[in-house]
């Protein structure tokens, strides 16, 4: 069962990049790596999912290098409506637990 | 669609009554989810489904607790006897997928008992 580790907390500013790094030493071969979102009083909501190299959407990048052992979600210009925490999972199709880790409480400051 | 409903919103309870929760997933999607959250615990996966059927319960804390999905469209969590530690919020999520992949959460159930 691949864990997860990430940073507790980060602050940023508006308008700066946000990158942050999860790690997963035991990944599987059939693991994906997904990032999920959550504000306060509702569920976390899904920004991207990735396997290997790189990936892109409108909201995020995932970064994930070969070895797979660590992935980055980078966010271009943060706002301050970013503010959120942000959790790294890893998991597949296989019938394995997905869990989710502690999560990165992000604060985007003007 | 209207997204993943959860019912009831909020529940208050006294510790040893029985607590059932309702979910109703997206039309479409063959994976259904329970979690708890905590502030102590975070985000806990108790039990999902695939296609109705029961994958992987290993989650679920003891046998206080049971999930049923007798269709694609209900699933109920109960706790019977509840008891104080169970008071967290419980939310249910399904997808097309299980890998992670775009879970769409509903707005969680906060649970209290007294």
């Known amino acids: 069962l691949a864990k997860t580790t990430q940073p507790i907390s980060m602050d940023s500013y508006e ?35 990735g396997y290997k190299t790189k990936v892109t959407n409108e909201v995020a990048s995932l970064f994930i290098p070969a070895d797979r052992k660590s992935s980055t979600l980078s966010l271009p210009r943060v706002s301050l409506s970013d503010t959120a925490v942000y959790y790294c999972l890893v998991a597949n199709n296989a019938g394995n637990m997905l869990t989710f880790g502690g999560g990165t409480r992000l604060m985007v400051k003007p | 669609d209207a997204g993943v409903i959860q019912s009831p919103r909020h529940e208050v309870t006294e510790m040893g009554q029985e607590v059932t929760l309702r979910c109703k997933p ?48 209900f699933s109920t969590l109960k706790i019977q006897p509840s008891e104080p530690r169970d008071s967290a919020v419980y ?14 959460f509903g707005p969680g159930t906060r649970l209290t008992v007294l």
């Open chain 1, 15 to 49: 308008g700066q990049e946000v990158n942050i790094t999860c790690s997963h030493n035991n990944i599987a071969t059939n693991d994906y790596i997904t990032w999920y979102q959550q504000f306060p009083s509702q569920g976390p909501r899904f920004i991207i999912q």
């Open chain 2, 26 to 73: 997206i039309s479409g999607h063959d994976y259904l989810f329970w979690y708890r959250q905590t502030m102590m615990r975070g985000l806990e996966l108790l039990i999902y489904f695939n296609n109705n059927v029961p994958i992987d319960d290993s989650g679920m804390p003891e046998d206080r607790f049971s999930a049923k999905m007798p269709n694609a469209s």
């Open chain 2, 91 to 104: 939310f249910c999520a399904s997808s097309i997928r299980g890998d992670g992949y775009e879970q769409f």
